[in-house]
């Protein structure tokens, strides 16, 4: 599969995490109906970062270099987010600060360190 495929579906992946993180800050956790919908859309936001992030790498043979590493820990800080939301140990305006600052980061890393990106 071309890189820009899996560039694509990367970043179709991101928007829907940031959905699911937003809709999940506004939905009731006491309501189940109204958390379920949100959290399987942060969860297949999710699933398609991962899995076309990887596949990306696999096409490219990057090997597993430390910016990757750095990617892979801050997806996994962007799915404990959840947890942060449900159990509301922040307060809805510092979880979306820190949703945003960690996305930056991640953006900052994959557009600097990027072989396909790159002209």
Known sequence: MD???HRSIHF???IILFVGIGSLI???PKKPPSFGLPAMIHG???LLILVSGFGLQAKLKLGFPVWMTSKVVILLALGGSIALI???VLPPVAIYLLVIFLG???A???FSNSIVLRP
Do not use: F
């Open 108 to 110: 900052y890393l994959g």
């Open 44 to 46: 297949i936001g999710l």
């Open 12 to 14: 179709v992946g991101l």
């Open 3 to 5: 890189p820009g495929i």
């Open 86 to 88: 449900k159990r509301k």
């Open 104 to 106: 930056g980061i991640s």
């Open 26 to 28: 506004s939905a009731d």
